[in-house]
């Protein structure tokens, strides 16, 4: 709807988990090769951890389209099942037979079996448990057997289980300890800083054919930061109805006048705290650096005299000579 009006050939901020979207923070960076290392090392069990709405199934999704053919992945994308359901959504994904699909016993042997052939003749397996922090222990102690398939020195099948930090408390029941101790990779996504929401806006942005400083304008993209807190999925949620908003208004690029009222209309943060104490210091728009912590980002308006106009917002300047200082990117 607003795509040709800032320029850009699709939108930017959709909350589909497209891995051609991903925009690799240090973090995220780590996160993946974590994740490749797991499925290419058959370690056994690798967990992935992060807040809702930072990344974990789009990076899931990047670290299964990099995969060579002889991997064969399966995803369950929604694991809160009964047991029998399990095994019956198990024994669909793995193409076994009716009766696995029946029995549990089947399933496993048959399993086996396939792990093994594929071991033979130099494949591999993974299987990605996504959402993990909804399962039910049974369902837990299932996989726990699953990640038991194995021969003298190698597992068979590799186990990534992505979800939100209650999956850590869940791991940490004694009646799961044996799950936890079968953990041989752990990494975690948290909230991006400053710096990495102004790349992540810019890098979306530029995936979706257009220019950041034609967008948003150097407030705006800290706004976003101070009410999302760092959050992708907030980011987008933000970004998408500001250009939205923006769009109807024929504003471009979007200021943080519009941003400020998107956040209201969705009751984010209306002093950017959380409720939680937040100090307001004075930001110096020229300088080069601004605090990262997103407590730190509430913008104190400095006095000026009544027959001064207020400053003109800085707009995102995408050039290679200004990129470090509009979008807060690191060299």
Known sequence: MYESFYGLRERPFDLTPNPRFLVMTDVHREALSNLEYGIASRTGITLLVGEAGTGKTTLIRTALERQPARVHCVHLSNPALTRDEFVQMLALRFELSDKAQASKTSLLLELENILRRRDEVGESTVLLVDEAQSLPRDILEEIRLLANIETNDR?????????????????????????????????????????????????????????????????????????????????????????????????????????????????????????????????????????????????????????????????????????????????
């Open 155 to 331: 597992k068979l099948l590799s186990v990534i289980m992505a979800g939100q930090p209650e999956l850590t408390s869940l791991l940490n029941n004694v009646e799961l300890r044996q799950l936890k101790q079968r953990v041989a990779l752990r990494c975690e996504l948290r909230p991006l800083t400053l710096q990495e929401t102004a790349g992540y806006v810019a890098g979306r942005i530029r995936s979706a054919g257009g220019v950041g400083a034609q967008v948003f304008t150097r407030e705006a993209v800290t706004l976003i930061h101070e009410r999302s807190f760092g959050i992708p999925r907030t980011i987008s949620v933000i970004a998408d109805n500001a250009l939205l908003t923006g769009f109807a208004v024929a504003q471009r690029p979007v200021n943080s006048a519009t941003v400020r009222e998107v956040c209201e209309d969705f009751d984010l943060g209306g002093d950017g705290s959380g409720g939680r104490p937040a100090a307001n210091p004075v930001i110096d728009s020229d300088s080069d650096q601004l605090p990262t912590d997103a407590s730190l980002l509430v913008m104190k308006p400095a006095a000026m005299p009544v027959d001064v106009a207020p400053p003109k917002e800085e707009m995102v300047d995408t050039s290679a000579e200004t990129l470090r200082k509009f979008l807060f990117l690191k060299r």
